[in-house]
């Protein structure tokens, strides 16, 4: 168990107040504390707030674009910080960006931040628990997928999607499958796409067959294709079409599905 302070502005409540109850229920051993659950009518607010840092073992600093022009926030921190000082706990502040934010105050440049901007929920958790328990995230069972897969419906024919593939950092071998929860009447070979500076355009691959896919597997709810001996490189698509029976919803069958790489 562990218990943090949570400082932030006034007009950041609310964000904080979610990222306080997604941490609670994520990890109910941790004691984080938040001015709105601990304060009540008639209490001091010196000696609240001061008995809430002294009883922390770390003091998130919330930051956004207004943080740091509030002079109750710079209070919390600056008692935050002596005590890193007087070498209570050097690692006892640990900043939390929420919003724009151009760059961190001067005085917290040296501190590793955690940036939910640009974190999932699952990966922002990991890291507040990681910063109360000293752990640093490890990785997940099976890494994190090398694939990006997108599914494009035609408005005027639900029934049919184009199912794109795209490797994130690596070259893959042009080998996929799709899944269906219906049934595929037909699929077909769409053709590859390069994806950069916010074009998308069709290209192709020397030496590929313009009739189709080298090899294919063609099953009622399955549809599989590969090119031996060719890859798709890192940021370039590759797709196939797929028919499902009129009526069905082919991007709800298609997610009830698979898509992968082979």
Same mark, same amino acid.
């Given at each position: 168990?562990?218990?943090?302070?949570?400082?932030?502005?006034?007009?950041?409540?609310?964000? /904080?107040?979610?990222?306080?109850?997604?941490?609670?229920?994520?990890?109910?051993?941790?004691?984080?504390?938040?001015?709105?659950?601990?304060?009540?009518?008639? *209490?001091?607010?010196?000696?609240?707030?001061?008995?809430?840092?002294?009883?922390?073992?770390?003091?998130?600093?919330?930051?956004? *674009?207004?943080?740091?022009?509030?002079?109750?926030?710079?209070?919390?921190?600056?008692?935050?910080?002596?005590?890193?000082? *007087? %070498?209570?706990?050097?690692?006892?502040?640990?900043?939390?960006?929420?919003?724009?934010?151009?760059?961190?105050?001067?005085?917290?440049?040296?501190?590793?931040?955690?940036?939910?901007?640009?974190?999932?929920?699952?990966?922002?958790?990991?890291?507040?628990?990681?910063?109360?328990?000293?752990?640093?995230?490890?990785?997940?069972?099976? %890494?994190?997928?090398?694939?990006?897969?997108?599914?494009?419906?035609?408005?005027?024919?639900?029934?049919?999607?184009?199912?794109?593939?795209?490797?994130?950092?690596?070259?893959?071998?042009?080998?996929?499958?799709?899944?269906?929860?219906?049934?595929?009447?037909?699929?077909?070979?769409?053709?590859?796409?390069?994806?950069?500076? %916010?074009?998308?355009?069709?290209?192709?691959?020397?030496?590929?067959?313009?009739?189709?896919?080298?090899?294919?597997?063609?099953?009622?709810?399955?549809?599989?294709?590969?090119?031996? %001996?060719?890859? /798709?490189?890192?940021?370039?698509?590759?797709?196939?079409?797929?028919?499902?029976?009129?009526?069905?919803?082919?991007?709800?069958?298609?997610?009830?599905?698979?898509?992968?790489?082979?």
């Amino acid at each position: 168990m562990a218990k943090a302070f949570f400082c932030h502005a006034h007009e950041d409540a609310q964000i /904080v107040d979610l990222i306080y109850r997604a941490l609670v229920a994520r990890h109910p051993e941790h004691e984080p504390w938040l001015d709105k659950y601990e304060i009540v009518g008639g *209490n001091d607010l010196l000696d609240k707030i001061a008995a809430g840092m002294d009883e922390s073992e770390k003091f998130f600093i919330f930051l956004s *674009n207004v943080t740091t022009t509030k002079p109750w926030v710079m209070r919390e921190l600056k008692r935050a910080i002596m005590k890193e000082i *007087n %070498g209570i706990d050097s690692d006892y502040i640990v900043p939390v960006k929420i919003g724009d934010l151009d760059r961190l105050p001067d005085f917290l440049e040296h501190k590793f931040y955690i940036d939910l901007g640009h974190m999932t929920e699952d990966q922002w958790v990991t890291a507040l628990d990681g910063a109360l328990t000293g752990n640093p995230a490890r990785p997940t069972e099976g %890494g994190t997928s090398n694939l990006v897969v997108t599914i494009e419906v035609r408005p005027n024919r639900p029934n049919v999607a184009e199912v794109w593939f795209m490797p994130r950092a690596w070259a893959e071998p042009i080998s996929f499958a799709v899944e269906s929860a219906a049934a595929i009447e037909s699929a077909r070979y769409i053709g590859t796409r390069l994806v950069g500076d %916010g074009m998308i355009m069709d290209s192709g691959f020397s030496g590929f067959n313009s009739h189709g896919p080298a090899r294919e597997i063609r099953e009622p709810n399955r549809y599989a294709c590969n090119w031996p %001996g060719h890859d /798709v490189p890192a940021g370039e698509r590759v797709g196939v079409e797929i028919v499902l029976a009129s009526g069905a919803d082919a991007r709800t069958a298609l997610r009830a599905g698979k898509a992968k790489f082979l």
